[in-house]
């Protein structure tokens, strides 16, 4: 029988590859955490759930699909700001960060809906650059689009995942955002079926490991 | 009856209100534009719901406001020829044909699809489409595609207007084959008394919605006093004579009660009985027996009314051995002949003048 | 193109091509209601119609989740009743297809049916031809061009359709992963740009041919018909 | 030359090929239908582009293939009547009318709009939409439309088709005025000769797609030869006549060459040249002059040809001191009364069958 | 509702209506040349048309940014010549919404125009009235019904659009965030269906009154046109 995993987009490629470790046929649907998270509220025929947002898999648990010891952190992830080009940015400030924007806009992911523009949000507020620099967001629907304005110079800077920054050549890393500026990134995932918990085992063994380090993801 | 209307409807600015009973055969709406014609023949069809009325075609009840009863057209089985054709765009001329007997109930009149096209010309035109017909193409159509549905009366909003008078000349004696024959009674709308007088029973004269007068055609077309409501040319007796000889020179005798009548181009045969129309402009008024003349229709008859009309004419009711003529000549003419109620004379009639449209066959 | 875009691209062809066959009587018959019949609530319906276009895709995908889920009440009925599962499966994507091609085939045959001349309907009428029949042989063949263009747009739709059908019934390869939903989720990844470029072509690809198509049997019916 | 016309224009299965040229006055284009009438009208229009030709109108080139010049047909400046009318759907009565006098150039004929709409009778429907009009009254709004368009030429495809008798006498005139009065030409086309005799300067016989025959009115309709062509009750002579007396019983006198001819209805003044059409059918043959006859015009006459036709009629034709007269009298009578070439007679004219609409004023 | 809904409504009926008023003209020629006109390249031109259909907004947001963004060639062109900046403004929120909408548009025109009688403009060109006289009294007016069919179509998707508006021109409050963006941002918040189900209701209220309205305004003209 195939094995039906409901996993975060940004997920795609790493989570492909590892699927190919497996003896079963990996079935993976790609999609928003909040949507795929209240598809299987639903009875989605999902195996197993990666989400990019605990918010999310708190919410399942809250709905009584998923048991609250059934799902642990999978990955986590870094966050980067990120340039079209010139010196790096070490330790922002709201000034620096307006005065490299230059009247330009910050890309990033909505600051309530994508969850990484919500960790964007949480490290501006950390820094105490949210009030300056919020005028001059550009949010957008994911984090890839984020990627593409900075990429076209379209935005002067841009906070992504670590994960999207490090595969796009056209953008430099300007400044590593350090993880105890913000809430852990992480990927909750759940098995919801015995098959599920079988590919979990796949999921965490060293060779999946391996994969998800190579696409710019880290071990919880 | 046939079919029996009284309805009533108002339009902004127009209203209707009229009854007739149309005994079988072919009864003629007569009528002024916008008198009213249309909207009548579109009640009948079912096209038109009038505000109140009853209209019923033979034991039929097609439209009964009263009793709430209003059939839907196309269980009427009328066959209507509009006049704006209405030929369906997307379908071949032998299509819209076709149309028409798809739908053909069971009863009504049987007419092979061949007759119709070689009658109505429509053989070349098979395979156009309606946008490339001629106006007169595209009313031959229409008409063809009536005649088809095997309808069990049918209406005829002026079908032959947008026709020559070759092909109208054509069209008219199947028409009168279609009455004779099969018996189909037809509401026929025209404004060419010509046609109608050879056509039609029944006239049906509307004048503002309203029936002016409707009766036996004989009756109306030889009353004096409907000359200029019918239009001082078109008035005219008609007449019914018994076919006895065909000669060989293509003149017909023809007899009457006041005598015989040499007509050409008569397609009855020997014995039948036929309706001829003569024109009251056609006729001459003698007071002696004419001698040497090109017309050799000459009848003995007695002025029976003489109506001075407002204009230089005057109307001569004529009576021919009990058949009624009706004559038009100058006032002048009638004061020179000294012409008064009672006085014996002779009517000349140009044989070529009886026209040809006018001589039709009668009902059997 | 891996195996994984074929399929997407084989379901989108199903899932488009079923939707738009059976929005299309449903779409006819609204468009007839809308065009031809007073009736009381008939601005809502049209009201109702036109909502998929105005709403977020996401929206209308979650209100048919709510409706149409295994758990939700008509979803249920719906199994129980015909054995018809929605959630999760291809048939569920055709119903967001359905539901988003909707107000696009319903307003060109509605537009359609408004100029169809009532009088050549009524010589039809008068020829014997019942109502379902005049409408068959007469209205349906005038009405061609608008049935033809709101056919294309709807499949158009249907193809592109991304927002419903990924809310409702997730993207499941093989199941519910149409092409626009493939192009997005390489677009979430780095370096899928290359792949989403290729599906997207291949997207273009259809809808050129879909195009052309529908562009060669427009002039078609207009010659037939006497259109312009 | 008004307008001329040299036009090839092939459809599938049907060929156009005319020439001929239009002198000032009212041409009448007559044909049976689908001679190519209306496919000829839209060529002058400039709505058909014919495969090849030429067309000039007074000075100005409308089309010249060879020269790739083809005028779009709103700077033709030509005001058309259709045969279907094409009404403006969207625009009341009233604007229909006006969008003619939006566009009107400069030039062209100024006719007043009250004008207008009186002699059409279209006052009452002024506020409506062209859908609620019935046959005829939408006929007589794109007539009123295209005369008030200011043309530098009518182009008239059956105008009158659609309209009751008394509602064409009405407007007959009014296209006599506007020819002489306001010096506009006039293409018409109409399958009713009546119209055309009244009406027309010009014939020009259509069959096939070809020009059968073209020419002035009084030669073509006074021909023998074409009594066949023109259909038997048709046929008939067009002659001249002064206006000599008005007398008070409504009988004008006219002054022809052979004498006086008493007629009804005459509108003309004293002095006035006035253009009468005397139908073959009406007219008699006399060896002697007749007595005691309602008719009231008889004239000496020359037979100058005696036609024998392969049915029963034979055609007349006569000399009357110049004008060439036309009569239809059976071959029976021809024979009867010895009729041939060179022998005097007398012709017998029905004052009332000379048709009101037949007489016509003549050009200035 | 709080600020930010109400200035996402007025943004959303600023956007809207705006990409409706600029699209019309270019969709009316648009839909004349495709209904009227042979040309080469018109079943690519049909095509394109209907590409914003086909494509996943967000794709269709993305090629927007390659061809309109600050440094893309056009961007660049439109800023130096007309001053006319598109990223991130406003502006560029009503050129994804133009461009969405655009097929609805030019189909429902393109049918109506196709539905005219090309008989009775002749007749209006044999009255003298030059060829863009023609149009503009007769053709417009009768084909009144599929301009305001076309005209609701998009502004009702305009009202709609989301994902290659986001993509394009980011959701910027008060600049470029529309209704749409902000329910789905809504959305996906847990327990934000409340407020995103707020700013659907009143997404519905407008779409409903534009329907109604035009509902309203079609049976006026189609009493005036003389149409079923
Ligand atoms: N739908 C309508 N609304 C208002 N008035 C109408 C409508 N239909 C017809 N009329 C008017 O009713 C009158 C009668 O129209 P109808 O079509 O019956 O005339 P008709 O006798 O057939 O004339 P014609 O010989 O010109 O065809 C006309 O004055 C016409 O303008
Ligand atoms: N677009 C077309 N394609 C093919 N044939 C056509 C087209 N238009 C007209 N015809 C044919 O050309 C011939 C001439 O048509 P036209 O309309 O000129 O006739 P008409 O003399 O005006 O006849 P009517 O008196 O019946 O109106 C007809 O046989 C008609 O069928
Ligand atoms: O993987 Mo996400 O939920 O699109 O940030
Ligand atoms: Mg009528
Ligand atoms: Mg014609």
Same mark, same amino acid.
């Given at each position: 029988r195939d094995v039906t995993v409901f996993a975060a987009a940004s997920l795609r490629g790493a989570l492909d590859e590892v699927a190919a470790l497996s003896a079963d046929t990996v079935v993976i649907s790609y999609g928003g955490s909040g949507a795929m998270a209240r598809q299987v509220a639903q009875g989605?025929?999902?195996?197993l759930v990666v989400l990019a947002n605990p918010q999310w898999m708190d919410w399942l648990h809250a709905q009584g699909v998923v048991a609250p010891d059934a799902a642990a952190p999978l990955l986590t992830n870094t966050l980067v700001l990120i340039g079209h080009s010139g010196p790096e940015m070490p330790n922002p400030d709201a000034d620096a960060l307006l005065a490299r924007l230059n009247g330009g806009r910050m890309a990033m992911g909505q600051r309530d809906a994508v969850p990484a523009g919500v960790y964007a949000r949480a490290w501006l507020e950390h820094i105490g650059a949210w009030s300056t620099v919020e005028p001059h967001l550009a949010e957008v629907e994911n984090v890839r689009a984020a990627l593409a304005l900075v990429a076209r110079g379209d935005a002067p800077l841009g906070v992504v995942y670590g994960s999207d920054a490090g595969?796009?050549?056209? $953008?430099? $890393?300007l400044w590593r955002i350090?993880?105890?500026?913000?809430p852990a990134i992480s990927y909750p995932a759940a098995a919801l079926t015995p098959e599920g918990a079988q590919f979990m085992t796949t999921l965490r063994s060293p060779q999946a490991a391996a994969i998800f380090v190579r696409h710019g993801f880290s071990l919880p | 009856m046939s079919l029996s209307v009284d309805i009533e409807h108002r339009f902004d600015g127009f209203t209707l209100k009229a009854a007739f009973e149309a005994p079988p055969g072919v009864t003629a709406l007569f009528g002024?534009?916008?008198?009213g014609k249309t909207t009548l023949v579109n009640a009948v069809a079912g096209l038109l719901r009038p505000d109140a009325g009853r209209i019923t075609l033979k034991d039929r009840v097609l439209l009964d406001s009263a009793a709430h009863i209003c059939l839907p057209p196309h269980r009427r089985r009328l066959g209507y020829v509009f006049q704006d054709a209405r030929l369906f765009p997307h379908l071949s001329v032998a299509a819209n044909l076709d149309y028409g007997t798809r739908y053909a109930s069971g009863g009504g009149t049987a007419m092979s699809r061949s007759d119709v096209i070689d009658l109505l010309g429509l053989a070349p035109l098979l395979d156009r489409r309606p946008r490339h017909l001629s106006g007169g193409e595209t009313q031959r159509v229409a008409i063809g595609r009536a005649l088809l549905s095997r309808p069990e009366m049918l209406l005829m909003d002026e079908p032959l207007a947008a026709l020559d008078a070759t092909r109208k000349a054509d069209i008219l004696p199947y028409l009168e084959r279609l009455k004779t024959a099969y018996n189909l009674p037809i509401l026929y709308v025209s404004h060419a008394l010509d046609e109608i007088a050879r056509l039609a029973d029944t006239l049906v004269l509307l004048a503002d919605g309203r029936v002016h007068s409707a009766g036996p055609i004989r009756t109306l077309l030889s009353d004096p006093a409907l000359v200029p409501v019918l239009g001082v040319r078109e008035a005219g007796a008609v007449i019914d004579a018994r076919v006895t000889h065909h000669a060989d020179d293509g003149l017909t005798t023809l007899r009457i009660a006041a005598g015989d009548l040499y007509l050409p181009g008569v397609q009855a045969h020997v014995g039948d009985v036929v309706r001829v129309r003569i024109r009251a402009g056609d006729v001459i008024i003698a007071r002696e027996r004419p001698?040497?003349?090109?017309?050799v229709n000459i009848l003995p008859v007695t002025v029976t009314a003489v109506q001075m009309g407002d204009g230089p004419g005057a109307a001569i009711a004529l009576d021919a051995a009990g058949d009624a003529l009706l004559a038009r000549i100058t006032a002048r003419s009638a004061r020179d002949l000294g012409l008064q109620a009672g006085m014996p004379c002779f009517a000349v009639l140009k044989a070529t003048s009886v026209a040809q449209a006018s001589i039709g066959q009668h009902l059997p | 193109m891996d195996a994984a875009g074929y399929e997407a691209l084989r379901l989108s062809l199903l899932v488009s091509g079923t939707a738009t066959l059976l929005a299309l009587p449903l779409a006819l018959g609204c468009a007839w209601l809308l065009a031809r019949r007073d009736f009381w609530g008939k601005d809502l319906l049209s009201a109702a119609i036109h909502l998929p276009l105005v709403l977020p895709p996401v929206v209308t995908g979650y209100l048919l989740l709510l409706a149409f889920g295994r758990t939700a009440p008509v979803g249920r009925f719906l199994e129980q009743t +015909?054995? +018809?599962? +929605?959630?999760?499966r291809w048939t569920g994507a055709v119903l967001a297809a359905m539901v988003m091609g909707f107000p696009l085939m319903v307003r060109a045959m509605r537009l359609a049916i408004q100029a169809v001349d009532p009088r050549i309907e009524a010589a039809a009428a008068t020829l014997g031809a019942p109502r379902y029949a005049v409408f068959a042989t007469i209205t349906l063949p005038l009405i061609a061009p608008g049935i033809l263009a709101g056919t294309v747009m709807g499949f158009a739709k249907a193809l592109g359709e991304f927002g419903a059908t990924i809310t409702f019934v997730a993207a499941i390869p093989g199941q519910t992963q149409t092409l626009p939903s493939a192009i997005y989720s390489y677009l979430q990844v780095p370096g899928g740009e290359a792949r989403a470029a290729q599906l997207t072509l291949i997207a273009c690809a259809i809808a050129v041919s879909a195009v052309i198509v529908s562009e060669w049997l427009s002039r078609r019916i207009a010659a037939r018909i006497g259109a312009a």
């Open positions: 989605a025929p999902a195996d595969a796009e050549p056209k $953008v430099s $890393v350090p993880s105890e500026q913000h | 002024r534009s916008g008198a001698k040497g003349l090109s017309s | +015909l054995g +018809l599962v +929605l959630a999760f």
